[in-house]
Every structure is written in C-alpha cells, then in structure tokens.
C-alpha cells in the first residue's frame, strides 16, 4: 500500500519534474510563510516557561535565532489531497498545473539507499513525513502530552543511571521540540492540508548534501533529493489540473521517456473554469 503525498505545479515546472524526478528539500526560514519555526516555538516557549521553568535552557537550544549557526531543517511541502480547489488556484497554475503523486515511503528509503552507499556504512538522519497541524489547541495538548511522557523519570534509578537518564531526556526533548516547531502553521494555511517532509541538519546526524540556490526570500540552502533510486520510482501518479491543456497522450509519452512507465495519469473531476 502507498502513501501518496502530492506536489502542485504548473505545467511548465511540473514537465522538469517528471523529467528530473529530483525534489528540493529547502531552507525553512525562506518559505512563503514568513512566521515558519518561529509560530511554534513561541508556543513551546511559553508552556515551557510557564510549566516546565526547570527546562527552560532547552529554548536557548532551539530557539529560531540559533538557526545554521546550531542546525538548520530543510523542508518539501506537500498535500494529502491530489485534487483540491484551493491548491490548483495557490500552486497550480489556477488549475493550469498539474499534481505529482509520490510514495512518501519510497522517498525516505531511497534517500536512506543513497547515503548508506556513500559512507558505505550505516547512517544516522533521514527524511521524515508527518501532517501539519494547524489547530492550536490539538498543538497545545500534543506537546503538553509528549513533554510530560519525556519527562517522566522511571523509578528506584541509581544516581548514576538518574544522571544518564537526564542526558538522555534532555535529548530527546530538544529533538521532540524541534520537531513540533517545525510542524504547527496558523490555521490561515489549513486548505493545503500540508504533509511536510523534512531533513534536520545538526552535529547528531551524518551530513546531506547542501547546494544553494536564489529565491525570492534570498540565497537559500537546499539538499537535491533524487525520487528514483535503481530504476524504482517514487512518483506514482500525476493528476492534470482541471484547465491544464497537456493531453494524456503527451504526458504518456514524457513519462516513458523518463522510465515512469507504471505511473497512472488521471484528470482533476472539478468542473472550474
């Protein structure tokens, strides 16, 4: 069974993809949304504030500001829905575009494949998928939750394991913090139903491939992800937008051209104009 993340574009974009079958895992802090990170982590900072004081060196850690200076989050958006009204006006060309369909599986295992090959050993660090969540208070208790789940000290623990479990939990914390950071967005954003893939650079991880390139938020950092790993496809279908003028028969022909063979093409069933 897949789990198919879907990537709007329009129809120009959307023929170099299907030909380069490459996605860019970006930047965080130069997406559209200008309070990305920054809207979680004032979240975070006050129940952390307010009710866990004795962690509160834990923000300095993961605090926006200390961003490619302590660690950086590469991020690629996607959406759970491949045939959305708002996402064709927003992403795909007004319906002009197009949607690729991709098993978010495959992407995490071929990356996985691909560093494993280079370092020919095992890797630490790989890309991760998981919904936004755009409801504050669902944010609030999800982290309320997790935090007192990480904080809980096992009982009858020497001092010297009550020394390493702290460690430990302070790990894990600032892992999990970062993380929820990284996956709140005000509700504003809620019809893109967003699935986020994402990479955390930091010195606990092997390295990934960083490139820079030009955007209309400054000179940004990305890592180029290759989809196809030995002939296996991540992409799994495309959705024609409901104005886009490609013919399935043009798009037949690009994908075999490009070793797709098996992807499945259908048209978007709204009716806008």
């Not at 098993?103 to 630490?124: E, T, W």
């Not at 892992?175 to 699935?195: G, H, P, Q, S």
């Not at 990305?222 to 104005?243: C, D, M, Q, W």
Request: aromatic fraction near 10%; proline fraction near 4%.
């Amino acid at each position: 069974m897949t789990e198919l993340v879907y990537r709007y574009a329009n129809a120009e974009t959307f023929l170099t993809m299907l030909s380069s079958q490459e996605l860019w895992f970006s930047d965080l802090r130069k997406m559209n949304d200008s309070d990305e990170y920054a809207a979680g982590f004032r979240i975070v900072s006050e129940i952390i504030t307010s009710e866990y004081p004795e962690e509160i060196e834990i923000l300095n850690e993961i605090s926006p500001d200390k961003m490619n200076t302590r660690f950086m989050v590469l991020i690629c958006s996607f959406s759970s829905a491949g045939d959305c009204l708002s996402m064709w006006r927003g992403y795909g060309a007004n319906g002009r575009g197009a949607a690729i369909g991709y098993d978010s599986r495959d992407i995490k295992n071929h990356s996985l494949f691909v560093r494993y090959l280079n370092k020919m050993n095992p890797v630490s660090g790989n890309v991760a998928f998981f919904p936004v969540i755009y409801d504050e208070e669902i944010y609030r208790t999800s982290l309320r939750q997790q935090i007192q789940r990480i904080l809980s000290q096992p009982k009858n623990l020497s001092a010297e394991e009550a020394d390493t479990f702290a460690a430990i939990r302070t790990g894990m914390l600032g892992f999990f913090l970062t993380r929820m950071c990284v996956l709140y967005k005000n509700e504003f954003f809620a019809d893109e139903r967003e699935i986020r893939g994402f990479i955390e650079i930091n010195d606990k991880v092997d390295p990934h491939e960083l490139k820079t390139r030009p955007s209309d938020f400054g000179e940004t950092a990305y890592h180029p992800l290759n989809t196809n790993f030995s002939g296996v496809p991540a992409i799994k279908e495309v959705i024609l937008g409901p104005r886009c003028t490609l013919t399935p028969e043009k798009i037949r022909d690009k994908l075999i051209e490009n070793g797709l063979m098996k992807v499945a093409i259908r048209s978007s069933i709204g009716t806008y104009r």
